[in-house]
């Protein structure tokens, strides 16, 4: 298996700007999460998906952030407007149950 | 307020000695994991530990669960330049849901 795939692996934008990052996870896992890193922050999980449906959003900062999961092998994370506080290292996380996460390789996005 | 304490913060030591590095709450966990992530990477999967009390040895890393799973320690014998990372404690609790939240991490530099 080529684990959970993420893109872009780097994003420069435009404060204003909309961004959209990408996640494919491991076939036959049943939880996607989403996760942000900060080093100021750490690892912080913004909202997590149980076969396809969202089941907490509680992490996700502010209305400015959505995420969807069309199907079960893709989902993405969307800020609109971005503003340059949002600049981090976004990971999305897969797992058969929810205790186990198998990261992706991360989206460093930069807002400038 | 961190729900899982990492200690320390920072550790830098010469290649062929041992540490520990810990991991503290003041909840009970279900199940805890730690992981490595090395920099531009997602975090990797070291062990879950799941019984109060609980030790598992990975090559030169012995991980311990403490007996009423509120706290966990990683202890590496004979340290390597390759062990170098930024080692997470995560963990599910039942008054959080049982989502996997992370501690802030362990810094580890190991000199040749």
């Known amino acids: 298996d080529a684990g959970v795939i993420q893109s872009p692996r780097h994003e420069v934008t435009e404060m204003g700007q909309e961004v959209t990052l990408r996640c494919k996870p491991i076939s036959g896992h049943d939880y996607l999460f989403w996760y942000r890193q900060t080093m100021m922050r750490g690892l912080e999980l913004l909202i997590y998906?149980?076969?396809?449906?969202?089941?907490?959003d509680s992490g996700m900062p502010e209305d400015r952030f959505s995420a969807k999961m069309p199907n079960a092998s893709f989902s993405t994370l969307k800020i609109q407007p971005s503003e340059p506080r949002d600049s981090a290292v976004y990971f999305c996380?897969?797992?058969?149950?929810?205790?186990?996460?198998?990261f992706g390789q991360g989206t460093r996005l930069t807002v400038v | 307020t961190q729900l899982l304490e990492q200690s320390p913060q920072f550790l830098s030591i010469q290649e062929g000695e041992n540490l520990t590095v810990y991991c503290n709450s003041s909840s009970v966990f279900s199940s805890l994991q730690w992981y490595r992530q090395e920099p531009g990477e997602g975090p990797v999967l070291l062990v879950t530990?799941?019984?109060?009390?609980e030790v598992k040895k990975l090559k030169r890393l012995t991980f311990q669960f403490g007996d009423a799973r509120k706290d966990s320690s990683l202890h590496i014998t004979a340290a390597q330049t390759g062990d170098t990372g930024l080692y997470l404690c995560a963990g599910a609790a039942m008054e959080y849901g049982n989502k996997l939240v992370f501690g802030a991490g362990t810094i580890l530099r190991v000199k040749s």
């Open positions: 998906f149980n076969n396809n449906v969202p089941i907490d």
């Open positions: 530990v799941v019984t109060g009390g």
């Open positions: 996380a897969s797992s058969k149950g929810a205790r186990i996460a198998f």
